[in-house]
């Protein structure tokens, strides 16, 4: 048996099988792909490329951010769900869990590179060096009492020289994604706690009570100084350009596209880039992610061909076409151990959580 012969037998059982499930949808040639906005382009670009040099059709992509991305991936085995999701963060156990339930059992998972999470402003605003205590104290729902004392009060900053009297007397004003989106994940993760961590007290009640820590060092305040722009970062840079006193959080690849109209606000006096970020010197700096769902390979038409561009050396490589959109590349041994990974369609096992 010649190996077309397996591959279309191999398809026809896969399909089968499918079938089988309840719910599934009519049978469809182009590959279905959600999840993260920061990750969309880059898994845009290659989508295109893969549309234009292959039989294959064009995958569509939607940008339903990470969180968003993960729920609709996990609902199920069928046509109707997506068979990749993108993720500007690591999958979450919980959202593992959920996959399982729902009998979503086997999942590669690829890291693709590195994305700087950039905090910015319009260029005709002033220059502005911040640290991650200062996002703490700017956005966080609660902050330590000014007066010093050991105790939290309800968010009392309305300027960034009440927060820190070396920064602008600016209202604060920081426009950014939704709780859905995987940079607002990475952004409570790295800043807002990162800066909580800076206070002995605080961080040591991480290891007294977990949940009670993450509600403190991970909430962002909800009286207007925090501005949610909806999963769309272009939106963002809209939003700086025609508000100047106004800073803006999303991805370093987004930055890089847009010099013209914003520039980076340093943290601690470093500057995202490339460097700064795959070195980890950039506090900010993220994995990005996607995740396929092995179930639907050979029954959606193209999924290993994607797969096999996205982790190719023209793609992701130091001196690939994604590095044009501000991927910065992992190093050549993570590239190999995840391109081997996606290759070969590895599932997880749950131990990455552990």
Known sequence: ????????????AAALAMASVPGTAMARDTISIVGSSTVYPFATVVAERFGRNTDFATPKIESTGSGGGMKLFCQGVGLQHP??????????????????????KE??????????LAVANSVKAKDMDISLRDLFLALAKEVPNPNGKEELVANPYKTWKEVNPALPNVKIEVVG???????????????????????????AMKSEDKSKYKAVCRSIREDGAYVEAGENDNLIVQKLESNPSAVGVFGYSFLEENTSIVKPVTIGGVAPGPETVSSGEYPMSRSMFFYVKKAHVGVVPGIEGYVKEFTSERAWGND??????????????????????????QPMTGKEFK
């Open 177 to 203: 994604p939704p709780p859905t989106s995987g940079t607002r994940d990475s952004f409570n993760e790295l800043g807002i706690e990162g800066g909580c961590k800076t206070f002995p007290w605080l961080k």
């Open 1 to 12: 048996m010649n190996f077309k012969m397996k591959a279309t037998l191999a398809g026809a």
């Open 83 to 104: 068979d990749v999701t993108n993720a500007s963060r690591r999958m979450k156990s919980s959202e593992f869990e959920l996959c399982q339930k729902n009998g979503v």
């Open 320 to 345: 690939g076409y994604l590095v044009e959109k501000g991927l910065i590349p992992s190093a050549d041994s993570e590239r190999e151990k995840w391109g081997k990974q996606a290759k070969n369609l």
């Open 107 to 116: 999942i590669t998972e690829v890291q693709i590179g590195y994305d700087g």
